[in-house]
């Protein structure tokens, strides 16, 4: 007999029903906003500063007490916010999620014109794990940021308005795709494929010139963004779908959009702090969003980048007459951590990857994967029993709607998070986010449940 799990419509009342609904609009204003890491980052810096978090190399040079509230951010890219405890080496409570998604990033010489086709294109490299046909026929748009030669950087946003243009990447036609449909999925489309269209008006040049389109285009960006060919070198674009988040069903339970992984936990990760309850806590709650946990959490706004462990020296060598190692070392090793990443949700469309009775399902609440993984739990964390039952324990006394689930069937796939890297550090960690299907497609699919749900549980765990 399978355990019966909660579905969370049937259960909550209707004030709470109301607050769900704020919620979900809430969280689709910022995943329709947040379209890059960097724009992530300034939402969550915005609303920190409202709620009177102060950065931290100025709390630091007017000192740091317990109750303090601070935030560092690390290349535009990675932020960490800080409630300072009564005593750091007491531990954290470090909710960790990450604000990068799969995508496609241009390249650094991307601009490109097929003279016999009439058309100019930009070239991508995909970033992430993805299906690569899915990123065809789409309205697709730009967001990132250039610097030109003299230094001055240009913020480009272009696909999202109702009159700004969007962009292209175009498919065979089903009436000549019968080699094309004979080849496995992973090479129906390949990686060079996935050309952007950017244009295909020539007027204006002499037939002498050579991509008149693209000199064209290369025109309009000097006039209206101050953008030369070769200041793509010293850019971060990426190309991601167009248009805002949308409610899916009639009864407007569920929410499409993109980026739901995994912006879909660092929201509530985010209002999870905010929300918490006033005073100063014993121990210290963290809210982690890093970057590069799409491609292992490399580099230096990845997990595996030192930037968190440094602000936490910076914060106690402020707070204590000297600062020792030993401190810090305690610090880190006495924290607890929700991993806050998705999980894959039950799809009846595909049950022969799913164990049922071990799957997250949709509208029951936030999942606990106790490991993530593949191939005999390689590359998992593997929370141990003593502290699943801690976060039991803060959960169902704050009355969080939660389920167990993992990542599809033995030996069917797998994937990871970042409770790893953190657990090297001696910290107590377990995966607990949103289950979610068609994980790393262009536009995913939640449900606001789920949603709620997993903001609810992160604010319990920050007030426990």
């Known amino acids: 007999m399978t355990l019966k799990k909660q579905k969370v419509f049937e259960v909550i009342s209707d004030r709470e029903r109301e607050l769900l609904e704020d919620y979900s609009r809430d969280y689709m204003e910022f995943l329709s906003t947040a379209k890059t890491e960097r724009?992530?980052?300034?939402?969550?810096?915005?609303?920190?500063?409202?709620?009177?978090?102060?950065?931290?190399?100025?709390?630091?040079?007017?000192?740091?007490?317990?109750?303090?509230?601070?935030?560092?951010?690390?290349?535009?890219?990675?932020?960490?916010?800080?409630?300072?405890?009564?005593?750091?080496?007491?531990?954290?409570?470090?909710?960790?999620?990450?604000?990068?998604?799969?995508?496609?990033?241009?390249?650094?010489?991307?601009?490109?014109?097929?003279?016999?086709?009439?058309?100019?294109?930009?070239?991508?490299?995909y970033y992430g794990g993805v299906?690569?046909?899915?990123?065809?026929?789409?309205?697709?748009?730009?967001?990132?940021?250039?610097?030109?030669?003299?230094?001055?950087?240009?913020?480009?946003?272009?696909?999202?308005?109702?009159?700004?243009?969007?962009?292209?990447?175009?498919?065979?036609?089903?009436?000549?795709?019968?080699?094309?449909?004979?080849?496995?999925?992973?090479?129906?489309?390949?990686?060079?494929?996935?050309?952007?269209?950017?244009?295909?008006?020539?007027?204006?040049?002499?037939?002498k010139v050579d991509?008149?389109?693209?000199?064209?285009?290369?025109?309009?960006?000097?006039?209206?963004?101050?953008?030369?060919?070769?200041?793509?070198?010293?850019?971060?674009?990426?190309?991601?779908?167009?248009?805002?988040?949308?409610?899916?069903?009639?009864?407007?339970?569920?929410?499409?959009?993109?980026?739901?992984?995994?912006?879909?936990?660092?929201?509530?990760?985010?209002?999870?702090?905010?929300?918490?309850?006033?005073?100063?806590?014993?121990?210290?709650?963290?809210?982690?969003?890093?970057?590069?946990?799409?491609?292992?959490?490399?580099g230096s706004t990845g997990m595996t980048s030192n930037f968190f462990e440094y602000a936490v020296a910076d914060i106690l060598s402020t707070m204590k007459d000297s600062y020792s190692e030993l401190d810090l070392k305690r610090a880190m090793g006495r924290s607890r951590v929700l991993s806050a990443d998705v999980t894959a949700a039950y799809d009846p469309q595909f049950p022969e990857v799913f164990d049922y009775s071990n799957s997250s399902l949709l509208g029951c609440g936030i999942t606990i994967s106790k490991y993530t993984g593949s191939g005999g739990k390689g590359g998992s964390n593997d929370a141990n029993a003593e502290y699943l039952a801690e976060i039991r324990k803060i959960f169902d006394e704050d009355g969080v709607i939660w389920q167990t689930g993992e990542l599809g069937k033995v030996d069917a796939g797998g994937g990871g998070t970042i409770a790893y890297i953190l657990a090297k550090y001696n910290m107590d960690v377990v995966d607990c986010g949103t289950g979610m299907l068609s994980m790393h497609a262009p536009i995913e699919l939640a449900s606001k449940a789920d949603a709620y749900e997993t903001y609810r549980a992160y604010r319990a765990f920050f007030n426990a």
């Open 211 to 298: 991509e008149p389109i693209k000199v064209n285009i290369l025109a309009y960006l000097k006039k209206e963004y101050g953008i030369e060919e070769d200041d793509f070198q010293c850019a971060e674009i990426e190309v991601v779908p167009a248009g805002p988040a949308r409610e899916v069903g009639f009864d407007r339970s569920l929410i499409a959009g993109h980026g739901h992984d995994d912006r879909i936990c660092s929201y509530a990760n985010l209002r999870g702090l905010l929300d918490r309850k006033e005073g100063v806590p014993d121990r210290t709650k963290v809210a982690l969003f890093v970057d590069k946990e799409e491609i292992g959490s490399v």
């Open 131 to 207: 299906k690569k046909y899915h990123w065809t026929n789409l309205p697709l748009a730009l967001h990132g940021v250039v610097f030109t030669k003299d230094g001055k950087k240009v913020d480009l946003h272009i696909g999202e308005k109702v009159d700004d243009p969007v962009f292209y990447i175009n498919d065979l036609l089903i009436h000549l795709s019968r080699k094309q449909l004979e080849k496995k999925a992973d090479t129906v489309i390949e990686g060079e494929q996935l050309q952007v269209v950017i244009g295909s008006d020539s007027s204006g040049q002499d037939d």
């Open 39 to 125: 724009m992530a980052v300034d939402i969550i810096v915005r609303e920190a500063e409202e709620a009177g978090f102060r950065e931290l190399t100025e709390a630091m040079e007017e000192g740091i007490e317990p109750g303090d509230k601070i935030y560092r951010v690390n290349k535009n890219k990675m932020v960490v916010l800080f409630v300072v405890g009564q005593d750091l080496t007491l531990g954290m409570d470090i909710v960790g999620s990450h604000i990068d998604v799969p995508r496609l990033d241009l390249k650094p010489i991307p601009l490109a014109e097929d003279g016999q086709a009439n058309m100019a294109y930009l070239k991508t490299h």
